[in-house]
């Protein structure tokens, strides 16, 4: 299966997360997705590995949706381990545009988070993203119950 690629500053290209499934780590209810997330920023050059869940990602999704008809309401990408966030919106920025922010936990004693903003995603790039990563879900097959409903 293709991995899902999503743009998250369509002006520079320098933002991104990728999604592939099957993962090798498994989790409630099968495999997980592999993500990665990948920041360009002047010399700076970020890959940040991680693993989600299907829930994740269609929240995700949904969220995406829900941001394109109210601007007032950000959409936000997290995995269920905590160690990736991806906000896009409020609105505010340039007119058609919506501000994004990535952010990565750093691992090790005394670390936190590294967080990195000034990204935007055109508007009318909003209902694509949502979709895309609709159809990665269907066509995958993975999981997209929260792991802590399953029986």
Sequence with gaps: MEPLELLLDTESRQARLVFAYPSDSRGIGGPLIDGSLWVGRGPLRLEYRFV????????????LRGLHADFGCP?????????????????????????AAVGVELLGEGCGWAELGGFAVEQSYLPG??????????????DLTHPMLRG
């Design 52 to 63: 989600c869940y299907g829930y994740d990602l269609a929240e995700f999704a949904a969220a």
């Design 75 to 99: 959409a936000e990408f997290a995995n269920q381990e905590g160690t990736v966030r991806v906000r896009l919106g409020p609105g505010g920025g340039r007119r058609g545009r919506v501000p």
């Design 129 to 142: 993203l949502a979709a895309s990563a609709e159809r990665f879900l269907a066509e995958s097959g993975v």
